[in-house]
């Protein structure tokens, strides 16, 4: 009987079973570990249950200090990266992330944090009364305090690379949404969008000369904004205004028809994107007064010059012309050969209606 959790174990080792099942850190045998094995003999103490297979190998073991660090990483490595991943083909977590955290130490340990953390918990808004919760939130604050020291210390050289700053605000804005302190994981998100847009324009002025951000880098900072401003977004009308001109120009013509998910979601996610900043572009004092529902999302008035309206009919017509574009690969992937794809493309699907549900309620003639 586990006294802790007032459980029955079933008394397998090196781990009981129910943890196991439950993706719970087995406290049962922890302190038989005392003499700490060399980094080869270190056994990977959870169950993998790999909803996305990652693209790339977990870091040598000699980049661990404790085992306590180790088994995390492995939580994140085969267990968060497919919670966070979820449904869409995004290859961030499984290929950019887990690169990037092999590189850089200051990475390393925010992964372990965020590894460290229950995204399930999250997902259905309990927290637990464990003890061993207790202890285990307890360690992911610690790394995460490594994290945030170490990307000082590297913000103070020039060694910083643009990909390290981005993957920083996203593995910071993870831990923090996690604890809901989303005023915090939003900045952490908006400073991210920023130096992609400063790093933009840089690179266009550099004929080349400086390498493309990662795509799935881009297109997720695409959908955290989406999120963000459906969320808490407090930033001004001209604010907004800048960003729809920025949109306006990075828009890439819709094809015929989608080849892949991938290319239709970051089409979907920008013009999603020119609604949202054209929408909040027209708020004003009125419209957050009256948003009795503490989401600026919500109550937003409606475009109130000819300009603008114009403006609306086209984002809406762009959004009808990527529908177009994407049913031939919806179809697919309703058909036995599609199946993989019908998650993904589903969710797509869903994003697209309640898009062109909210941009149109902008209209003065909705």
Known sequence: MCRTRRVKCDEAKPECNR???YNRICSGYIHELAPKPAPQQIKILLRKRVTVEPLCRPPATKLFRTDQEYIFFQRFYYVTVGELTGVRGSELWSRVVLQATEEEPCLRHAAIAVGALDFQDLAVGERSDDPEEATRHEFAYSEYHKAIVGLRKVLATSDCTIMTKLISCILFACFEAHHRNNETAFRQLFAGIGMIEEYSKLQKGSLGRLPALDEDVVQAFALLEI????????RSAEVHLEKLRACNEAIKPIPAEFK???DAEYVLYMNMLRGIHLRFSEMNVTDISSNVSGSPIIGLGTCSTRSACSQLSRILGALRQWDEA???????????????????ATLLRLHYLSSVAWTAVGSPDA
């Open 227 to 234: 999120q963000a401003s459906a969320m808490g977004d407090q």
């Open 326 to 344: 994407f049913q031939t690969l919806y179809r697919k992937a309703q058909s036995p050969q599609g199946r993989h794809l019908l998650k993904g």
């Open 260 to 262: 892949t998910l991938k």
């Open 19 to 21: 943890c196991l099942n």
